[in-house]
């Protein structure tokens, strides 16, 4: 696999090497030749599990922090699984920004490896090609260009004819473009990963062959150690990276743990030297619309790619011990080698070598799995990685010896956190099925607002069929199915679920038209999807432990609601939420969706262990409904014969009521975008009577449903951040504009106190933005959708992180954090002048477009001037 890896020599010969390899002063200390092999040691501080390149790159990186009594555990021989198979190309083209810069780590690190081991590890740099044979594929290959170049990763669009010159063999007939990246390498990643063994037992890890796990010790939820075929080892800290075995491992534990990921076979061919061979740093190409990756190897090539039509494995359980080449099937491989002749018509009369069929481990998402696990304190994964495993060991390995060392890893890891999924992804059936489309995914070109297709009604509202029956169309979110807008009768439904572009979509009026009725009238938003979690005490406990872990103050009157963050000992953002005191000791939690695992693990993770405190995931148990608009008040009037005016019902306020015949319903004067309205939170039982009595009293009103979509455009007109998208655990509330909301004034300490208190004294080295841009015609030029770079007065300054076209302002407006250049190397201090006076530009895969920024809401600004008008044209009536 590409960047998992195969490798600079005949995978025929790799057997052998795997016996002959000289590891000169370091000694393996348990062998298959060992008559009398060495006993393991009865205690270490942290035990490895998996000899392949991510586990001796864990190993590497932990020793380089200063780590001691490391043992790495493997089943077999080192680099027998997945790596001995590697294609052997590291590359940084990469999905998501986090990806690009592990990988870019990598490709650092295996050059240096040889002058620092005396290993030699096949490092070429070669640099790459993507390919693109149609303008939507160009277009992203932009966009993938612009924010490469904002992590300084050197890359450059090219034109056909440049293809050619760079590489002699392809055919660029049906080319309109390429992205070219230079500094693209290739490696045999077993030596590379017989290199980082080297180095790591040079540093004092002690390294076990032929050693199997069977189970991992668990007392009182921390790892206390493990138990090999071998003896048990007492640790503090276990890291699974057993690659395609992870998930039975996880499976075999006293306390099971959820490592999702499953098996596909992948196919790649060698063929034996050309008549004119291949120079060892051709570049490689990758011609994703062809679904082929192609290198030069052994002055032939070697080629594989990602079908359309892949192959699950292993999905009854444990499989082999050490990977070997599986089953040819040519009938399989064809329509890559199809697509291989006609990018390179010249090999048709090569002679090939080898067809290699190994095992590969893809994940629900396409991303790896990395972190601690939310049910084991000291239990550590990494693995799933989705054939990239040579392009992310390096970088990964680094971030996760951070994480164990500091407790975070130096960068925002929360894409690829193990802890955005749950026990519900570890179904064998829904891994089987969603692995079958997460592998040609890899290559599938993905506009924005894309949905997976497999693995869908996992986790369902009450109201899914009703809200289906009348159009609603559907995304997932943490297995959650969501409705994204509603299609009105008449509507073509299927063109709106083919419809993919860069451009102005489909669901445009759609949308506009929810977006509307939120701000004349009434709609009704079924957001039941939102994690819910209630603390509970029989004395202050539960206000203690909130009062600690957030920085807004909860010591409030019973039925206020807080906004607040759970901030870390940094002052980022772990959780972003609204809290609701119900009583003196009962609080009401909600989260984001994609919340659910990690902030009950990070809760959980502070709470004492009191047995009078308790806390309870009771998402499943609430139907939640917001209706939003200047109506909605007069809805609720009559269901409840209350009066829900702000005078009788102040906002950020809960009050537990009948709702039609319904009682028991927590309705809250809080919308989550700004605008007037209520979120109902309905036990479930009443779910269906409560949305059919609000939709039929509704009617007059003009009430009608709405989607995540309008949502979404609300909320970022209104410059509301969102967690997972514009907020994350380097991020404080003074760098996004909410110091308002932390209790500074309060002799209250919480995590992150000391940290913002520092911060705001020296003042903050980036802010959260608002950006609307000008001269961008809707109709006809790309939309922003998120990440592209932001640039003040010429000078790349910052980047976006979620956008949305404001129907209101009627133009896009995009988030983001911008940062002044560094003087002299030390971050400088924003200003609002830095801010005010620079004239701004977002770049939109590679056009310029100008922007106005703002570190506050447009629509408030606009707000104002209409009160204003209103109060200027109240008082010249009362004038006269």
């Not at 070429?124 to 290959?141: E, M, P, W, Y």
């Not at 061919?269 to 061979?277: D, F, I, S, V």
């Not at 927590?666 to 209520?678: A, C, I, K, L, N």
Request: include cysteine; charge should be negative; proline fraction near 5%.
């Amino acid at each position: 696999s590409p960047g998992g890896a195969s490798n600079t020599t005949p995978p025929c010969v790799i057997f052998l090497l795997d016996r002959l390899v000289l590891w000169g002063s370091v000694r393996l200390l348990a062998t298959a030749q060992d008559s009398h092999p060495t006993p393991l040691p009865s205690q270490a501080r942290v035990v490895i599990c998996g000899g392949g390149i991510v586990g001796t790159s864990v190993a590497y990186h932990l020793a380089k922090l200063g780590w001691t009594e490391i043992v790495l555990l493997e089943q077999g021989r080192l680099g027998a699984g997945t790596t001995r198979l590697s294609a052997g190309i590291v590359s940084v083209a990469k999905p998501i920004a986090i990806e690009s810069q592990m990988a870019d780590y990598s490709n650092a690190l295996y050059e240096r490896l040889e002058e620092e081991t005396g290993v030699k590890t096949g490092f070429v740099r070669t640099g790459s090609l993507c390919l693109a044979q149609n303008q939507d594929r160009f277009i992203s290959l932009k966009r993938l260009a612009s924010r490469l170049k904002v992590l300084g990763i050197a890359c450059d669009v090219v034109k056909p004819k440049d293809v050619a010159k760079l590489h002699p063999l392809v055919n660029i007939h049906d080319l309109v473009g390429a992205l070219h990246l230079p500094r693209d390498a290739v490696v045999s990643a077993p030596d590379v990963n017989h290199a980082l063994a080297m180095a790591a037992v040079g540093h004092g890890v002690q390294i076990y062959e032929r050693t199997s796990v069977n189970h991992v010790l668990v007392e009182k939820g921390h790892v206390t150690g493990v138990e090999t075929e071998r003896g048990t080892i007492e640790c503090e800290y276990f890291v699974n990276c057993a690659g395609q075995w992870a998930y039975e491992l996880g499976q075999s534990s006293e306390v099971k743990v959820s490592v999702p990921l499953h098996g596909c076979e992948h196919f790649y061919l060698l063929t034996k030297p050309l008549q004119e061979p291949l120079p060892p740093n051709t570049p490689v190409v990758m011609d994703m619309d062809g679904r082929i990756y192609v290198r030069a190897w052994q002055g032939g090539v070697l080629s594989g790619g990602f079908e359309k039509n892949p192959k699950p494995i292993f999905t009854e359980g444990r499989n082999q011990l050490e990977i070997q080449n599986m089953q040819e099937d040519w009938d399989h491989f064809e329509p890559m080698l199809s697509a291989l002749l006609r990018r390179m018509p010249s090999l048709e009369s090569c002679e090939i070598h080898q067809l290699v069929n190994c095992p590969e481990s893809f994940t629900p998402d396409m991303r790896c799995l990395m972190g601690e696990t939310p049910g084991v304190h000291g239990y550590f994964v990494l693995a799933g990685m989705n054939s990239s495993g040579l392009s992310f060991a390096g970088g990964a390995g680094k971030y996760l010896a951070e994480w164990m060392t500091y407790g975070y890893p130096s960068a925002n890891v929360w894409p690829l956190d193990i802890k955005r999924f749950g026990n519900l992804q570890s179904s064998r059936t829904f891994l089987r099925h969603r692995v079958m489309e997460v592998m040609p995914l890899l290559y599938e070109l993905k506009v924005p607002r894309w949905d997976f297709q497999t693995g869908r009604q996992l986790r369902t509202s009450p109201l899914y069929d009703r809200l289906d029956t009348q159009g609603a169309r559907w995304m997932e979110k943490h297995g959650f199915e969501r409705a994204k807008y509603f299609v009105p009768a008449g509507k073509d439904l299927l063109a709106l679920d083919q419809s993919k572009t860069f451009y102005k979509p489909d669901w445009f009026d759609i949308v506009g038209a929810e977006v509307k009725c939120c701000k004349e009238a009434v709609c009704v938003i079924d957001m039941s999807s939102f994690t819910k979690f209630e603390l509970t005490s029989s004395g202050d406990q539960a206000l203690e432990l909130l009062q600690r872990l957030c920085a807004n103050d909860l010591d409030v009157p019973v039925g206020h609601i807080v906004h607040t963050g759970m901030l870390n000992e940094r002052g980022g953002y772990e959780n972003d939420c609204s809290v609701v005191r119900l009583s003196k000791n009962s609080f009401f939690i909600i989260s984001p969706t994609d919340q659910q695992v990690h902030c009950w693990s990070w809760i959980k993770r502070h709470m004492p262990s009191d047995t009078q405190l308790h806390l309870e995931d009771v998402s499943w148990k609430f139907t939640a409904l917001n209706l939003i608009g200047p109506r909605a008040m007069d809805v609720l009037s009559e269901l409840s014969y209350v009066s829900m005016t702000p005078e009788h019902f102040p906002s950020l306020f809960c009050k537990e009521m009948s709702v039609g015949y319904a009682n028991g319903i927590r309705v809250m004067s809080m919308t989550h975008t700004g605008e007037p309205g209520f979120m109902l939170y309905i036990p479930i039982e009443y779910a269906l009577h409560v949305y059919n009595e609000v939709m039929a009293v509704g009617q007059k009103y003009g009430i009608r449903n709405a989607g995540y979509y309008a949502l979404r455009s609300l909320r970022i007109e209104k410059f509301f951040a969102f967690w997972g998208q514009d907020l994350e655990s380097f991020t404080t509330p003074l760098e996004c504009g909410r110091e308002f909301r932390v209790k500074f004034d309060k002799h209250t300490d919480f995590l992150g106190r000391a940290a913002l208190l520092q911060q705001r004294q020296e003042g903050v080295t980036r802010r959260f933005i608002m950006l609307v841009l000008e001269d961008h015609d809707t109709e006809l030029d790309l939309w922003p959708w998120w990440g592209e770079p932001i640039y003040r007065n010429r000078e790349l300054v910052g980047v976006t992180t979620s956008s949305a076209y404001s129907y209101t302002l009627e133009r896009h407006v995009c988030l983001g954090f911008v940062s002044p250049p560094s003087l002299d190397g030390t971050p400088a201090v924003v200003t609002p002048d830095f801010i005010n006076r620079g004239d701004y530009e977002v770049d939109i895969a590679g056009q310029r477009y100008p922007a106005k920024a703002k570190l506050y809401p447009f629509s408030s600004l606009f707000a104002q001037q209409r009160r204003r008008k209103d109060d200027m044209e109240l008082s010249n009536f009362q004038g006269k």
